[in-house]
């Protein structure tokens, strides 16, 4: 990419500046540079230069030489330092002893990185003396050079031990390096455009980065974006998902008997449990390709059923009752009909009415407002109790230890049953109703007494955000975070409508109607992301999906905001 | 009708309705016990949750004029006593905002130690 060396004085060190790669000649009124005898050079405005070397280094990567050496003529400057381009030659060339006096004309010695940058020049050197088989080559580079520069010892020991692969194929493996043939020479370039400053030599591939840069701040501005970050639309036109790709109509309206309190998909997305006040607990098998639900199984829980619980390993179901019920109930799944597998009780005045699994499956936290908080090993039927704490809501961590649970001093706290430690996370000025978390364990998000929900920075305990427009005064409702990049909250709420926000904003980007009296439970698929369902107290399941382009799925109206 | 949302205020001696036995205050809410309703004693509180209001109802007491509201359990509708929203007579300003709960239609319990 080189043509001739710039006129200016620019060979010294640590040049800044994108002024300096141009000839300082004076420029004629009409913009032309008369070096080239101003013939077909087109003068750049100097903020635009970087756009230009942008471009060229774009063109460069794809190979298109002709037309970057095109584009240097016509502009009449260099894309970068000729320095610069002369070391990623001697490099792409294998020209060692080139390119490290190259780079030390580019660098101070001084600097740390400099020497790191000259150890992998070595490096790469050394690597391929070694893969053509010049072993003495290797050895005298490793004593007379690498080891001189006294960096990095932990790495510098490693390299002896290469001595011994007997080809290159081992040699390769053990280095964990790809060859010279391999990319190695052009990450190589790639760390030394790391260090060098940005003027002198471009960082690499640095347009794809701002353009892919671009497409995620689109998709973070796109409403109904309900697909994984980045999406991959054309650079054409900013990108926006429609309302029609996001789940938003009914496609299947499900019975029960009796209000529907609790529904959970299991963490495969393939099976749904609904419970319902009358005690009956239906497992649906769903069907992605095409929105459907079939039933499964039936439970007859002899209690109502006001929480579920899947283990993470989805062959067990924890079930809670809503109020009097003194046990949590354990049902073992998959087989082809649900099988109790134990009660978790310990005393008939005791209220249980939330759960959590631990992430192995064998422990699970259960609790109620009497006072109850137990930790229960389905191995050995043991059950650790903690004592004080009236529980509203709890939740299990991925490290197997760590408890949060909300309670009725309005406190998220966290529990260690192990070490028996334990912290205040957050306190609201509400009563909180429900708590949820999201799977990366960043959040956290509560339902409060009449004030929508509020979404908590798990690590930090600082509020982050509320969400209002639902409607709370006397029921239990429950929110969750759901879809792709679980970027949405889904919660039921007393007007009867299906509430859906967007994680960044506080007020809903859908309500949508249907359901007849108050949704208690929606819950969103957590594989199969274009889905979810509410549970309500008019007996219905009702599961939401994309309105595809058929007359005869149930449609049903919804208002966006 | 779902499941219906009821706090709870904690305490080691509690008060429930009745009826139903939701908890609705604790011992150490109350503010005094020298109170009479229709059915007899009654008691003071300065904190009572899981209460339903009625509209504001003007009333001569004992004490002089006051506008109420009757409150009710949350969980059954069942009446437990009333709230004062606003005293006329100045000395009696101090019952704003508090609950008066009938002693015959709560119970007493123990409550546990809390965290």
Same mark, same amino acid.
């Given at each position: 990419m080189h043509t001739q060396p710039v006129e200016s004085s620019t060979a010294e060190q640590g040049c800044s500046g994108s002024d300096n790669l141009n000839n300082n000649k004076p420029r004629t009124q009409n913009g032309h540079n008369n070096s080239n005898n101003g013939v077909g050079t087109v003068y750049i405005p100097p903020h635009l230069r970087d756009t230009v070397r942008l471009i060229g280094q774009h063109l460069a990567d794809l190979g298109l030489q002709k037309t970057v050496q095109q584009l240097v003529e016509e502009c009449d400057s260099q894309l970068e330092h000729p320095l610069a381009s002369q070391l990623r030659d001697n490099i792409t060339s294998g020209l060692w002893e080139e390119a490290l006096e190259v780079f030390g004309e580019l660098a101070s010695t001084a600097e740390s990185g400099a020497r790191e940058i000259k150890y992998r020049i070595l490096e790469q050197k050394y690597l391929e003396l070694l893969e053509s088989g010049n072993q003495m080559g290797a050895l005298s580079c490793l004593q007379e050079e690498i080891t001189p520069l006294q960096h990095s010892a932990s790495k510098v020991h490693l390299l002896p031990s290469y001595l011994m692969c007997s080809t290159p194929t081992e040699l390769r493996s053990q280095a964990k390096w790809s060859g010279a043939a391999g990319n190695s020479r052009q990450r190589l370039i790639h760390k030394i455009q790391e260090f060098l400053p940005v003027t002198v030599m471009l960082p690499?591939?640095?347009?794809?980065?701002?353009?892919? !840069? %671009?497409?995620?701040? !689109?998709?973070?501005?796109?409403? *109904?974006?309900?697909?994984?970050?980045?999406?991959?639309?054309?650079?054409?036109?900013?990108?926006?998902?429609?309302?029609?790709?996001?789940?938003?109509?009914?496609?299947?309206?499900?019975?029960?008997?009796? @209000?529907?309190?609790?529904?959970? &998909?299991?963490?495969?997305?393939?099976?749904? /449990?609904? +419970?319902?006040?009358?005690?009956?607990? *239906?497992?649906?098998?769903?069907?992605?390709?095409?929105?459907?639900?079939?039933?499964?199984?039936?439970?007859? %829980?002899?209690?109502?059923?006001?929480?579920?619980?899947?283990?993470?390993?989805?062959?067990?179901?924890?079930?809670?009752?809503?109020?009097?019920?003194? @046990? /949590?109930?354990?049902?073992?799944?998959?087989?082809?009909? /649900?099988?109790?597998?134990?009660?978790?009780? !310990?005393?008939?005045?005791?209220?249980?009415?939330?759960? %959590? &699994?631990?992430?192995?499956? $064998? *422990?699970i936290y259960t609790g109620g407002q009497q006072g109850q908080f137990y930790k229960y090993d389905l191995h050995t039927s043991t059950v650790y109790k903690w004592e004080g704490i009236r529980l509203h809501g709890v939740a299990t961590l991925r490290d197997n230890k760590t408890v949060l649970a909300a309670d009725s001093h309005k406190r998220v706290r966290s529990y260690n049953f192990e070490d028996h430690s334990e912290q205040t996370i957050f306190e609201s000025e509400q009563q909180i109703i429900s708590m949820s978390i999201s799977s990366d364990e960043k959040y956290c998000?509560?339902?409060?007494?009449?004030?929508?929900?509020?979404?908590?920075?798990?690590?930090?305990? /600082?509020?982050?955000?509320?969400?209002? +427009?639902?409607?709370?005064?006397? #029921?239990?409702?429950? %929110?969750?975070?759901?879809?792709?990049?679980?970027?949405?909250?889904?919660? +039921?709420? @007393?007007?009867?409508?299906? #509430?859906? *926000?967007?994680?960044?904003?506080?007020?809903?980007?859908? $309500?949508?109607?249907?359901?007849?009296?108050?949704v208690n439970c929606v819950c969103w698929n957590p594989v199969y992301t274009d889905c979810f369902v509410s549970g309500s107290d008019d007996a219905n399941v009702r599961l939401w999906a994309p309105p595809l382009p058929s007359d005869e799925s149930e449609c049903s109206s919804g208002t966006q905001v | 009708m779902g499941k219906l949302f009821l706090e709870h205020p904690g305490g080691t001696r509690l008060y429930s309705c009745a009826k139903c036995s939701t908890v609705l205050t604790n011992r150490d809410y109350l503010v005094s016990t020298r109170f009479t309703g229709s059915t007899g004693r009654a008691f003071l509180f300065k904190k009572v949750v899981n209460l339903v209001m009625s509209e504001k109802h003007e009333r001569m007491m004992l004490t002089g004029r006051h506008i109420v509201r009757d409150?009710?359990? =949350?969980?059954? =509708?069942?009446?437990?006593?009333?709230?004062?929203?606003?005293?006329?007579?100045?000395?009696?300003?101090? =019952?704003?905002?508090?609950?008066?709960?009938?002693?015959?239609?709560?119970?007493?319990s123990t409550g546990i130690e809390e965290i």
């Open positions: 690499p591939k640095r347009l794809e980065e701002l353009l892919k !840069q %671009a497409m995620f701040l !689109q998709s973070q501005q796109c409403t *109904y974006h309900n697909t994984p970050f980045p999406p991959c639309s054309s650079l054409l036109v900013d990108h926006s998902c429609s309302r029609d790709k996001f789940p938003s109509e009914t496609k299947q309206i499900l019975e029960h008997r009796d @209000e529907v309190l609790h529904c959970s &998909w299991s963490n495969s997305g393939l099976y749904l /449990a609904t +419970g319902a006040l009358d005690g009956s607990l *239906y497992i649906w098998k769903y069907n992605p390709q095409c929105y459907q639900l079939v039933e499964d199984k039936l439970i007859d %829980a002899l209690f109502s059923v006001g929480y579920i619980a899947w283990s993470p390993d989805d062959t067990m179901l924890c079930i809670c009752g809503v109020e009097k019920c003194p @046990e /949590a109930t354990v049902y073992t799944v998959s087989g082809s009909t /649900a099988v109790l597998k134990c009660k978790i009780s !310990q005393s008939p005045e005791d209220v249980l009415t939330t759960c %959590a &699994w631990s992430p192995d499956n $064998r *422990y998000l509560l339902t409060l007494e009449k004030q929508g929900l509020l979404m908590i920075d798990i690590a930090t305990g /600082a509020y982050v955000r509320k969400f209002y +427009g639902l409607v709370q005064k006397d #029921y239990h409702l429950n %929110a969750f975070f759901g879809g792709a990049n679980e970027e949405f909250i889904v919660s +039921g709420s @007393e007007d009867h409508r299906v #509430y859906v *926000y967007r994680k960044n904003c506080s007020t809903p980007i859908l $309500r949508l109607d249907g359901h007849t009296s108050v | 409150v009710s359990c =949350k969980k059954c =509708k069942n009446r437990v006593g009333w709230m004062y929203e606003y005293a006329m007579v100045e000395g009696q300003r101090y =019952k704003e905002g508090k609950v008066i709960l009938e002693r015959q239609l709560i119970v007493d």
